[in-house]
């Protein structure tokens, strides 16, 4: 259903990952043909990675990430019109949690109705991101998901030893989920929503593709992928910082992998016991519902910070800012880098509809 071009998020729906979730819709001429190109809203509050592991190709986020990746899919199964293609890019992509290794872009393909070949990901790769004003609002649907999340998985049925022939492929910086029937696209976006890293090791996955000795695609989540990520920024920025570091990626890689264990190792969990919280910004957290270091990174720095400036936290300033990122990350306010800074305050700025300011010291 078509809406206002160009609406922003409400902040209300922010994190809605329902039947109907809204979406942005463009007409974009890719390899000499118009196709729809659909994508998130400005204010989403989800995040993914990407990576390449064990010669499979990896989207990465949280559960919530999971189940809007699964309502997308699923979705798209029932998609009857082609030329429709979904795409995942910036500002909805962050750096690996591992080592902080930059994301591609995602994009999802109705592979029995929509070709989408090298030449298209080339013109759509050159595109991104999308600038312009989008064309309309769509309402995303996904009938009949919610019944099957109820179900007990039937394995046999559902699993992915049983899926088709889609494919999951790196094609000119573009990860393309290509599912090859509305059934594979099914299971993949069911696969996707019924995914839960609250377990004992905090990770959860679904395979996308057929196998043969290994899968081509996996969904992988993790409970603490918020803040792995910013353990994995500051990790890679001291690594880089170092007279000494290697510029050979392998070699990088491992030393990245020992500094973020060592950032993360001994911190509490819940906000009130994080050292750069004040008592009063903590109690405030916990009053807005982010009691846990793990929710805070969940919802971000700048979600956190206009949760306490509306609840009137003692202090309001850019300040605060610094501290709730250097609560994600483990680090000190001070020393969040000044491109960082730069970054939350665009995003501020984009949240309030303000022009956006040059961090302080």
């Not at 960082?340 to 956006?356: D, F, G, M, N, Y």
């Amino acid at each position: 259903m078509a809406g206002r071009t160009g609406a922003a998020q409400r902040p209300g729906n922010a994190r809605r990952a329902d039947d109907g979730m809204k979406l942005h819709r463009r007409a974009v001429r890719l390899d000499g043909r118009t196709r729809t190109v659909i994508g998130l809203r400005p204010g989403t509050a989800v995040r993914f990675g990407t990576n390449r592991f064990h010669g499979t190709w990896h989207v990465l986020s949280d559960r919530h990430g999971a189940r809007v990746l699964g309502r997308m899919l699923w979705g798209l199964s029932y998609q009857a019109r082609p030329g429709t293609v979904l795409v995942v890019d910036r500002p909805f992509l962050v750096p690996t949690p591992f080592d902080a290794d930059p994301p591609d872009p995602v994009v999802l393909v109705p592979g029995w109705c929509t070709p989408f070949a090298r030449r298209a990901a080339r013109d759509l790769a050159r595109r991104l991101p999308l600038r312009a004003a989008p064309d309309g609002t769509v309402r995303w649907r996904t009938h009949g998901l919610d019944a099957a999340l109820r179900e007990e998985p039937d394995w046999e049925r559902d699993s992915w030893r049983w899926a088709e022939s889609g494919r999951v492929e790196r094609t000119h910086g573009l990860i393309v989920l290509a599912p090859a029937t509305p059934r594979e696209a099914r299971l993949w976006g069911l696969g996707a929503a019924r995914l839960d890293p609250s377990g004992r090791f905090g990770m959860d996955y679904t395979f996308l593709g057929e196998w043969d000795h290994s899968v081509p695609g996996e969904i992988q989540v993790f409970r603490d992928f918020h803040r792995d990520v910013g353990r994995a920024r500051w990790a890679r920025a001291e690594i880089l910082a170092r007279p000494d570091a290697p510029s050979d990626a392998a070699d990088l890689r491992p030393l990245i992998w020992r500094r973020h264990g060592a950032i993360g190792r001994g911190r509490s969990r819940l906000v009130r016991n994080c050292r750069p919280l004040g008592r009063r910004d903590a109690e405030a957290l916990e009053a807005a519902g982010v009691p846990t270091l793990d929710s805070l990174a969940a919802h971000g720095p700048v979600e956190a910070y206009l949760l306490l400036r509306g609840r009137a936290a003692r202090r309001v300033d850019e300040d605060l800012l610094w501290t709730l990122e250097a609560a994600v990350t483990g680090a000190a306010p001070r020393d969040v880098a000044p491109a960082r800074r730069a970054e939350l305050l665009s995003e501020l700025a984009t949240r309030t509809k303000r022009p956006p300011r040059a961090p302080g010291r």
